[in-house]
């Protein structure tokens, strides 16, 4: 009876060790960058085996995941001074830094070489770029210096349309730049919205994000700058010809809805309404991508409106 409770706690223990260690690959924000690779992916014209494109998408999830850890690892000082990731598993004491650190190396080097052999070379390389952006530059460079680090950063997350392109067509064109695009000017506004909520943690930690620095007006102002910037960008795709009317459609609505709460965040500055952009900017990028899949998938007219 002894034996099986302790090999019952040590069951456990693995367990919760196995999820310590997943919980360092941000699971959440790895789930979008692997759907919005996907799209990439599925857009590209040719074709790839489905073992190799379910490889090409282990391997960008595998890759954003070991950026995650080896920003959870230079981080970690951060994390136990803020509420919202004090109770992440470095912070926290349930895995070590040198672990940690081991762990983002070797998944960032696997997730590139297998990449690498699977597909081809290019899609290897902008890999490689959105993780060592991410960490080398986002993570090491800018979070701590500049106000801007968001705007910056986000580049390394707008990267997974064009590495899912490149993963089968071995080369990049407008489609998935345009992608990028999109994802790129949508960084700020979800993530000052998010800011704005954690201002006095950001501060607390010292991270210098734009509500700490320039204050919340400037904040709501920006935001709704970028909200103009990019509502009409995410027309592109069907006014240049590789999206159809129904992602115009979605388009047009959402990004109307993104400009009405941006402005009346601007407006009102409560935090209701920073809390209402946070969530609609996760489902205005998901809804996009969501329909640009659904009318590549379903094989719907993508001719749309097309400027050409």
Request: aromatic fraction near 10%; hydrophobic fraction near 55%.
């Amino acid at each position: 009876m002894v034996d099986q409770s302790m090999a019952a706690g040590a069951a456990t223990a693995d367990e919760a060790a196995v999820g310590d260690y997943f919980a360092l690959l941000k699971p959440r924000v790895m789930t979008l960058v692997v759907f919005t690779g996907l799209v990439g992916l599925v857009m590209a014209p040719g074709t790839l085996h489905p073992i190799l494109a379910l490889t090409a998408l282990l391997c960008i999830g595998v890759g954003a995941g070991a950026a995650g850890c080896l920003n959870m690892w230079w981080e970690s000082d951060l994390d136990s001074a803020m509420e919202r990731t004090a109770a992440r598993p470095i912070p926290a004491g349930r895995v070590g830094r040198d672990e940690a650190l081991g762990f983002g190396v070797t998944l960032s080097v696997a997730s590139v070489v297998v990449m690498d052999l699977a597909t081809n070379h290019v899609a290897a390389a902008l890999l490689a770029l959105a993780i060592v952006f991410y960490v080398g530059v986002y993570t090491m460079v800018l979070k701590r210096r500049t106000p801007q680090n968001i705007v910056i950063g986000g580049a390394a997350g707008a990267l997974p349309p064009m590495i899912g392109w490149a993963a089968v067509t071995g080369s990049l064109s407008i489609e998935p730049i345009v992608l990028f695009a999109i994802i790129f000017f949508w960084t700020p506004p979800h993530f000052w919205a998010l800011a704005l909520l954690r201002a006095h943690e950001y501060a607390r930690a010292g991270v210098p994000m734009l509500p700490c620095v320039a204050g919340d007006d400037v904040t709501r102002r920006q935001i709704v700058v970028y909200t103009l910037l990019v509502s009409p960008l995410a027309l592109a795709p069907t006014l240049m010809g590789f999206a159809g009317p129904l992602y115009g459609a979605v388009a047009g609505v959402l990004g109307a809805a993104f400009i009405v709460l941006a402005l009346r965040l601007a407006r009102d500055g409560a935090r209701r309404q920073a809390v209402q952009m946070f969530a609609f900017s996760i489902l205005y990028l998901f809804a996009l991508f969501a329909t640009l899949l659904a009318e590549y998938a379903l094989g719907l007219p993508t001719s749309g409106w097309s400027l050409g």
